[in-house]
T-cell receptor
Framework: DTEVTQTPKHLVMGMTNKKSLKCEQH?????MYWYKQKAKKPPELMFVYSYEKLSINESVPSRFSPECPNSSLLNLHLHALQPEDSALYLC?????????????FGPGTRLTVL | AQSVTQLDSHVSVSEGTPVLLRCNYS??????LFWYVQHPNKGLQLLLK??????LVKGINGFEAEFKKSETSFHLTKPSAHMSDAAEYFCVVSDRNYGGSQGNLIFGKGTKLSVKP
């Protein structure tokens, strides 16, 4: 099974709201990732967790706050977002961060910020 | 530095004809290369990957790719296109630098494949 699940599928929020995106995998992977994808563009890396520790934050604004409560779960907390943050947010996981390990992607959360 | 160039932003084929999506890479190391497919409003699905084993890699749904070191290419092919193949395709290299960026994916800009009936 190579499934990564993400909830919710769609999210509409105002600029003053606080919401969270959730990602889960049960493949025993120890690396998990958040990506942001705008229309007609490739995904852009936001955060990387390795063994439940944040190892990369690609200069993401503080209104995005990641959390890795355990090896199977990854959250992305959202607060005071801007309309330009509207995008598809993808979660991925891989066995480790070795370059030969495949990253498996979830179906994404389509976020709209009003 | 590693990079990926997808030579066509859009490819259009007729159903039942061959598909060729072109990808060139740049890497100082022996690369790990991937092709992913993304259908509209969906996540990315792995089609196939190359990690220095056989140079001809077979993937899902009849796709295959050949790693050619002399040409620094990793083109994706399929003998006969199906309507369900219409999607965005990304050629990807995985960062092999031993450091903070190891394992990060470097994406090409994508090729949109259209399949005409």
């Amino acid at each position: 099974d190579t499934e990564v699940t993400q909830t919710p599928k769609h999210l509409v929020m105002g600029m003053t709201n606080k919401k969270s995106l959730k990602c889960e995998q049960h493949m025993g992977h120890r690396a998990m990732y958040w990506y942001k994808q705008k229309a007609k563009k490739p995904p852009e890396l936001m955060f990387v967790y390795s063994y439940e520790k944040l190892s990369i934050n690609e200069s993401v604004p503080s209104r995005f706050s990641p959390e890795c409560p355990n090896s199977s779960l990854l959250n992305l907390h959202l607060h005071a977002l801007q309309p330009e943050d509207s995008a598809l947010y993808l979660c991925a996981s891989s066995r480790t961060r070795t370059s030969t390990d495949t990253q498996y992607f979830g179906p994404g959360t389509r976020l709209t910020v009003l | 530095a590693q990079s990926v160039t997808q030579l066509d932003s859009h490819v259009s084929v007729s159903e039942g004809t061959p598909v060729l999506l072109r990808c060139n890479y740049s890497s100082s190391y022996s690369p790990s290369l991937f092709w992913y497919v993304q259908h509209p409003n969906k996540g990315l699905q792995l089609l196939l990957k190359y990690t220095s084993a056989a140079t001809l890699v077979k993937g899902i749904n009849g796709f295959e790719a050949e790693f050619k070191k002399s040409e620094t290419s990793f083109h994706l092919t399929k003998p006969s296109a199906h309507m369900s193949d219409a999607a965005e395709y990304f050629c990807v290299v995985s960062d092999r630098n031993y450091g903070g960026s190891q394992g990060n994916l470097i994406f090409g800009k994508g090729t949109k494949l259209s399949v005409k009936p």
